[in-house]
């Protein structure tokens, strides 16, 4: 009798370059100024908030306002 294997086509390979991907975009999001500063922003108290003059639905046209307008 004929012993015949198939090999499934690997998804883990495609997987494994989408993870890569994906981590390489989070890394460079996480590193922008932008964006530590808006976290930084949401982890304050709404008094905080406040003192600076901003509410929290301000904070990310506060921090990316010279980018867009509205």
């Known amino acids: 009798m004929a012993d015949i294997t198939h090999s499934a086509p690997s998804h883990s ?3 494994n370059v989408f993870a890569h991907v994906g981590a390489v975009l989070t890394k460079m ?7 530590r500063q808006a976290k930084r922003l949401h982890e304050m108290s709404d ?3 406040a003192a600076r003059g901003l509410k929290r639905d301000e904070i990310a046209h506060h921090v990316f306002r ?3 307008y509205i």
Do not use: M
């Open 47 to 49: 008094a905080e908030l």
């Open 29 to 35: 999001t996480e590193s922008n100024h932008r964006v």
């Open 66 to 68: 010279d980018l867009f």
């Open 13 to 15: 390979r495609i997987g």
